[in-house]
């Protein structure tokens, strides 16, 4: 490891704890034989982009006969059989990714990478993989799901599912152990309490790496105990690297031993805080009385307040016991590892047997008297993506225009949209490309994520969310349109645990698509047409996530950034800072517009002056009351525009408040909620102002 130099110290710091130089020195300095090399790539201007290490390790043949908790014997003997013709003793495995613990990025890419350069960075693994002499090649932990046609797929990979990775989202309000037994429903907290209590004559002892030697022998011991119910181990863990690690970063690091009777070492654990996840790593204990002394939850608990007083922000559990662990309120993330043999052959003969490797059912606990909305996850959980529906539709494949409602190269979908209003006025002209992200119209069905496939889906799309939403940029933008499989609109309205989980399930489902569809929208328009978001409702809790975690991230599509619609739902002033902000006037650009539109005197439970809120009839930040002059008209459902100068909106609490409404048979047209019309009140509004944005950005890129 001689290549951890100054550059990789300083441009790792913020990077998973695994590429730490303290992490990886550690290992170095126990090695009881594996080969480690890092890995950088590099742009022209000498920036590193992207990094990778890479182990060889020998992976014995001689282990999985049998289920090690049930002793039964276990499935894939052919295979087995077949394995050790091949590798009598062991195989040499070329390993991209933490060898000794669980992490979901196998690479590290520094922030600004662009997704072609990543695409090219992991592509390059795989060049590299194949020129090592290992017989088999592994990446080792992505998340699931894997994209359509991804790289490492291209090359032969073969995905198999694995345990989840298993995380407690630690709540801010718990201040002391009591804080979260008290957040716990009564069956949970009892059961909390009683593993206090068998375990109380327990007691935990933390160890310094100058006390090592003293413990080494116990630890040791326990720890082989531990590993000997492992079902399958890549490569043996060298014990002696906690005490370097605790040498080498004091303050991150402890190592807790648990004493019993007189003084008899019946367990420890170890753990790391990094970027303020608190990762238990490794455990030991005593099988002949861990039952009896519930020593493994005990150090599931004491984990969690360890995590409350390092004001950890998230507790990464590992993987197996999911079951136990889902009972202090971690949930499952799902993970995959990726294999291929170098033997062309083998690579062919493996990839049935690991389509029949499933990870093992466990029960999903929900211990918390107060889960999470649907809704609040939407905000609050962007990164951590799960995938356990049942009936879950296939994704779509983005390179064919069947699964575009609407795109450049294919004719409208609608005929009704065959007219003047919706046609370019810029023929062979340069013109923003728009991606648009579609309302919820899924309200009920077999999955908590609609078929996109469907055909009673796809005509509601097609006659209603094109021309009274996409189609108000059709005359100055081309405009693309992806079915992506949305979440059922009950799943905002949760009322268990078991229903928050599964739409949440289903929306990061629906974000996946949406992103895979952008990433073909990117590569598919031109390098310099500027980039128009636009959405609603459902969509617009999409198109924020894709801002966040896509678009804005790389400074290339951040300057491409015209201007973001974000209609329909909540979005924070601060949401996009520091790279987009909302707008403040009409020609504003690099910036976000958001509204939501309500009766006079009627606000939803989310609003306050933190939210952003635009009037779409003034487009000024300091005109927040509009005259109905200015009112350009709406557009009916029957496909006509009328009744201009019949509408004054005003800005008020984080929402559009319906202040005016003078046009024929108004009273038909007072309601408390206006979200279905959060386009068409303003359409024509919205329509000339996209125009005088897009002259804006012309004017602008003329002058530079």
Known sequence: MQSLDAEWIQATSDAPLFFQTQWLEGLEANNNGWEAETIRWSRADGTVIGRAILHTIGVSTQQGDTYVQTGSPSEGSAFRSLLRRWAPKEFSTSVVGPLFATDLEPLFFHPNASIEEQEWIQNHVCKILAKEDARVLLIKDVALPLELDSPWQRRGFHPYEVEPLMVLH???????????????????????????????????????????????????????????????????????????????????????????????????????????????????????????????????????????????????????????????????????????????????????????????????????????????????????????????????DYTKLESWAMHPEIPLRNPDMQTDRYASKFQNADKPAVFYIYPTFYDKGKSWGVDPRDAMHQKEVIEKALPNQAGVFSQSADVYVPYYRQMRIDGYYARTPEQEYAAKCAFDTAYEDVKKAYRFFLKSIPVDAPIVISSHSQGTNHAERLLK????????????????????????????????????????????????????????????????????????????????????????????????????????????????????????????????????????????????????????????
Not at 574 to 583: F, H, K, Q
Not at 608 to 628: F, Q
Request: glycine fraction near 6%; aromatic fraction near 12%; include cysteine.
């Open 170 to 396: 630690m709540d801010p309000s718990w201040k002391s152990m009591e804080d979260y037994l008290n957040s716990m429903k009564t069956k949970f907290r009892t059961k909390a309490q009683s593993v206090m209590a068998r375990s109380a004559n327990c007691i935990g002892v933390p160890v310094s790496f100058h006390e090592w030697h003293h413990w080494e022998k116990y630890l040791i011991d326990l720890y082989n105990q531990v590993e000997s119910k492992a079902g399958f181990k890549l490569h043996p863990f060298p014990l002696s690297t906690l005490r370097s690690w605790m040498e080498k970063s004091p303050s991150e690091t402890q190592l807790v031993v648990y004493l019993h009777g007189e003084n008899v070492p019946v367990g420890f654990r170890f753990h790391w805080l990094h970027r303020g996840e608190l990762h238990a790593l490794f455990v030991g204990m005593d099988y002949r009385n861990h039952r009896e002394l519930s020593i493994y939850p005990r150090m599931l608990y004491d984990y969690v307040e360890d995590g409350i007083r390092l004001g950890a922000k998230s507790l990464h559990l590992g993987r197996t016991a999911a079951e136990m662990k889902s009972g202090i309120g971690a949930t499952p993330i799902r993970s995959a590892g990726l294999t291929r043999a170098k033997n062309p052959l083998l690579n062919a003969m493996i990839r049935p047997f690991l389509k029949k490797m499933v990870p093992p059912t466990y029960r999903t606990d929900f211990p918390f008297k107060k889960a999470l909305t649907a809704l609040a996850l939407v905000y609050g959980s962007f990164g951590m993506l799960v995938h356990a529906q049942n009936h879950e539709p296939s994704g779509l």
């Open 549 to 704: 975690e896509v678009i804005l991230p790389d400074p290339s599509q951040q300057k491409r950034l015209m201007v973001a619609y974000l209609i329909g739902m909540p979005i924070q002033k601060n949401a996009l800072s520091p790279y987009c902000l909302p707008c403040k006037e009409a020609t504003d650009l690099g910036c976000f517009l958001s509204w939501r539109t309500f009766g006079k005197n009627y606000y939803p439970d989310v609003a306050d002056d933190s939210i952003a809120c635009t009037n779409p009839i003034t487009w000024s930040s300091a005109v927040r009351r509009n005259p109905l002059e200015l009112h350009q008209g709406i557009l009916f459902g029957t496909g006509t525009i009328k009744n201009p100068k019949s509408l004054s909106v005003e800005i008020s609490r984080g929402t559009l408040q319906v202040r005016e409404l003078a046009m024929p048979w108004s009273v038909f047209y007072r309601w408390k909620n206006y979200h279905i019309g959060d386009y068409n009140l303003y359409w024509l509004n919205i329509q000339s102002n996209f125009e005088l944005r897009c002259t804006s950005w012309y004017g602008r890129q003329k002058e530079l």
